[in-house]
């Protein structure tokens, strides 16, 4: 996540830090005026959860939450786990090579060497890539029983070898990215002068990933949320974030707000600005299709947008029947669930219920 710790840290980018006017009610911190806290609540959902809604009526979130279904893709089943941790992984082994020949550089044993520095973050990013797929699917119970071999061939018959390697091409040419961006940024500061090295070190280090915010002092379901509230970084504290694989989407600053939220609750401090790091793969060409950190500016207007989508959602996963199917079906054909909606996925046909096919309704005989 070089990309984004250089985005939030630079000398540029002091105007993340700036005051941002917010009703008291609507900080995460707030108590007794708080109009984010809830009470009562039979099934909490998660701050992606929320926001991503494509069904008008809530069945994509009923399925999911309620009946627990889970509909897995190559996008979300491998691509949202894997990108992830790459970045993490890619992040921490990046800034110890960095740390290693700073060091080396500064104890008089081996100048500097920018060149042979991202040489070896590529090198070892590579390595990582390798290491995520041999272990992938880890604890994702809805493709148990499936090696990742195996799975690419049910997501696309005949192609499966070919999609893991332009996959694993398309991770690569991430790592490469990512790396270029850390390596322009150290020459930049490397040509400004002065001490450049601390500067690069405050810069990177400053960014936290892998943080828990909530606990048994800081409870998710006081905000209706589903336990382990974990953004996918935390930068100088002051700044959350979270990393999507895919092109942005708007819903983000949904879950961008979400964690702003539970984070000021948890860290009882404002937290005014935060970042979606959005990582859009072309498989076809195995590469980057876009590369783009967005902010996101958590005011009154997506604040109170969030406690709305919260508590619509949290309504609908309290029905006591699967909501209705919707009458507007234009989001249908994207949506994950359209096999488990409609029978055989056509759309607009015959509807499934309850886990099984509604027969249509009977035809009266016209009176003679």
């Known amino acids: 996540m070089f990309s984004v710790a250089i985005q939030l840290g630079s000398p540029a980018a002091v105007t993340h830090y700036a005051p941002l006017p917010v009703s008291p009610a609507l900080r995460g911190y707030a108590a007794e005026e708080s109009q984010l806290r809830v009470t009562d609540v039979k099934v909490p959902v998660s701050i992606t959860g929320l926001a991503a809604r494509w069904c008008p009526t809530g069945r994509d979130l009923y399925l999911e939450k309620v009946r627990k279904l889970k509909v897995p893709t190559w996008p979300r089943s491998v691509l949202g786990k ?179 939220i539970f984070a000021e609750y948890a860290l009882h401090r404002r937290i005014n600005t935060a970042a979606i790091l959005a990582v859009d793969l072309d498989l076809s060409n195995g590469r980057v299709a876009s590369h783009q950190v967005k902010i996101i500016k958590p005011d009154d207007e997506l604040r109170t947008r969030w406690l709305t989508q919260r508590d619509d959602a949290l309504s609908t996963c309290a029905l006591p029947a699967e909501p209705p199917h919707p009458t507007d079906t234009s989001y249908c054909p994207e949506c994950l669930y359209r096999r488990v909606c409609w029978q055989d996925g056509v759309v607009g046909g015959t509807p499934i219920a309850d886990g099984a096919p509604v027969p249509p309704a009977p035809v009266l005989a016209s009176p003679a």
């Open 82 to 260: 894997v990108v992830d941790e790459l970045l993490v992984g890619l992040h921490r082994t990046g800034l110890a090579v960095v740390e290693d020949a700073f060091e080396s550089d500064v104890a008089g044993r081996q100048t500097f060497d920018l060149d042979a520095t991202r040489t070896t973050i590529l090198e070892q990013g590579k390595a990582l890539v390798g290491g995520l797929l041999d272990a992938w699917p880890e604890d994702d119970k809805s493709v148990k029983g499936l090696t990742l071999e195996a799975f690419a061939e049910q997501v696309d018959p005949g192609n499966g070898a070919r999609l893991i390697e332009k996959t694993t091409e398309a991770l690569f040419d991430l790592i490469k990215h990512e790396t270029d961006i850390l390596a322009r940024y150290v020459a930049e500061r490397r040509h400004v002068g002065g001490d450049w090295m601390a500067e690069v070190r405050a810069t990177l280090t400053r960014l936290q990933t892998g943080l828990t915010l909530d606990g048994k002092g800081f409870r998710a379901v006081t905000f209706g949320l589903s336990e382990s509230v974990r953004p996918d970084f935390v930068y100088a504290v002051t700044l959350i974030g979270d990393l999507k694989a895919g092109p942005y989407q708007a819903y983000y600053e949904g879950v961008a707000t979400g964690y702003v």
